[in-house]
C-alpha cells in the first residue's frame, strides 16, 4: 500500500531523534508511553532518563521503595501512573519471569495497560502489527480516512482500532505506527495542520475535500469542578510540619503541607482555630503568604497558602516534623511545589 510506503518513508527521514528510540527494551519503552500520556514529549526527556538511569531493569522498578518512585516522578503529574506501572511491572517479575508479555491479551491484563500501551510495546518492542491509536492518532486519520464520528466518545476508537488494524504494516509495524504519531506531532497538527508539508496528503480524503480544518469532530469535555483551599506551612523551631495523602486517590501517597477545605478569603485566625483544634495543640501567628490555582485534569485547586507557627503539637500517625534537608526527600506535587517554592522565597525553608 503506497500509504505505508509514505508514511514510513517519511518517519524514517523525519523523525525526532528520542531517547526511547533508541532501544528496542519493552521494558524501557513500556516506560516511555506511560510518561507521554499527556504530557510533552519535551517535558518527559529528562525524567525518562533519569528514570532509567534510576530504574535500568524492570526488576529494579519492581523492587524500589514506592516513596522513591514517587519523588523520581516529581513533577511529570498524574502520580497513579507511576503506581500502576510499578504495579504492572511486579506483575511481570513475579508471572512472567521478568520478560514483558509478547501478546495484546498478556500485556493488557497489566496493571495500568490499557489499549494504546499494550499495541505501542508490541509493535515498537516486538514488531507485532497491533494497533497503537490515541487521541493523536484518532485526529491524524479522522482527517486522512474522513472519519466523523465524535472522537470524545469511547466506543468511536473501535472504528480507529478496526481503521488501524486494516491498514497497518505488517513488514514494519513500528515505523507505521510511531509514523501516524509522529505525523500528528509534527504536521498534522490539532489546529493548522500543515497540509501542504504532509507526506501523504495525497491520501488525505480530508484535505481532498477540504475538510481538515472541520476534523476531528470532539464535543466539549465538562466544566471542572472547583476547590478552595488552605495550605499551612506550619513551623516549630527548624522544622516544619508535613501530612501523607490518603494511600488511595489523587495524589495518593505524596506529601503536602496540612491542608483544609474552606471558603474564599478565610481569615488567619480561622485557620489558627481550625487547625489547634484537629492537631490538638496551638497554632498562632498565621500569615498568609501566597495564593495560587494550580489544575488538575478534572478538577482545579484554588489555594491560599499560610504559614503559621506552633506548639505543643505531636505530629499523628500520618504527619511528621520535617527540617529542609528532609522536606528535599520527599515526594510532592506541583501545589505543594508552588507552596514550598514561596517559602524559599521567603528564606523560611
Known amino acids: 500500500m503506497q500509504f505505508q510506503n509514505d508514511l514510513i518513508s517519511w518517519f524514517a527521514a523525519e523523525k525526532r531523534d528520542l531517547p526511547w ?3 528496542a527494551d519493552p521494558y524501557q519503552i513500556w516506560i516511555s508511553e506511560i510518561m507521554l500520556q499527556q504530557t510533552r514529549v519535551d517535558t518527559v526527556i529528562p525524567y525518562y532518563k533519569r ?3 534510576k530504574f535500568p531493569t524492570l526488576n529494579d ?3 524500589a521503595d514506592e516513596q522513591v518512585l514517587l519523588k523520581q516522578w516529581e513533577g511529570l503529574g498524574y502520580y497513579s501512573r507511576a503506581r500502576n506501572l510499578q504495579a504492572g511491572v511486579k506483575e511481570v517479575a513475579e508471572n512472567y519471569g521478568g520478560i514483558v508479555p509478547d501478546n495484546r491479551k498478556d500485556m493488557s491484563s497489566l496493571k495500568g495497560v490499557g489499549p494504546y500501551t499494550a499495541g505501542a510495546v508490541l509493535s515498537i518492542a516486538y514488531g507485532i502489527p497491533e494497533h497503537a491509536v490515541d487521541g493523536n492518532v484518532m485526529r491524524v486519520l479522522s482527517r486522512i480516512l474522513l472519519i466523523e464520528e465524535d472522537i470524545a466518545k469511547p466506543k468511536t476508537r473501535k472504528i480507529f482500532e478496526e481503521a488501524v488494524t486494516e491498514i497497518i504494516s505488517h513488514e514494519d509495524p513500528s515505523s507505521f505506527n510511531q509514523g501516524l504519531m509522529e505525523l500528528g506531532a509534527l504536521i498534522c497538527t490539532p489546529t493548522s495542520p500543515r497540509c501542504l508539508l504532509c507526506p501523504v496528503r495525497e491520501h488525505c480524503a ?7 480544518q472541520e476534523l476531528p469532530i470532539k464535543s ?4 471542572t469542578k472547583s476547590l478552595q483551599y488552605a495550605m499551612v506551612a506550619i513551623r516549630n523551631e527548624n522544622k516544619l510540619l ?3 495523602r490518603p494511600a488511595t486517590g489523587l495524589l495518593a501517597n505524596m506529601w503536602q503541607f496540612p491542608m483544609l477545605e474552606t471558603a474564599a478569603d478565610v481569615l488567619p485566625l480561622e485557620i489558627e482555630e481550625q487547625l489547634s483544634e484537629s492537631l490538638r495543640g496551638i497554632v498562632n501567628k498565621a500569615e498568609k503568604i501566597t495564593s495560587f490555582k494550580h489544575v488538575f485534569s478534572h478538577l482545579t485547586w484554588n489555594v491560599d497558602g499560610f504559614i503559621a507557627d506552633s506548639e505543643n503539637i505531636v505530629a499523628p500517625a500520618h504527619m511528621k516534623w ?3 534537608e528532609e522536606l528535599d526527600l520527599l515526594p510532592i506535587a506541583g501545589p505543594v511545589q508552588k507552596m514550598k517554592t514561596a517559602l524559599q522565597q521567603r528564606g523560611d525553608v
Open 21 to 23: 528510540r533508541r532501544t
Open 51 to 53: 528514570f532509567i538511569e
Open 61 to 63: 522498578l519492581a523492587e
Open 206 to 212: 480530508a484535505f481532498d475535500e477540504g475538510k481538515q
Open 220 to 223: 466539549k469535555a465538562k466544566k
Open 242 to 244: 508535613m501530612e501523607q
Open 322 to 324: 520535617v527540617t529542609a
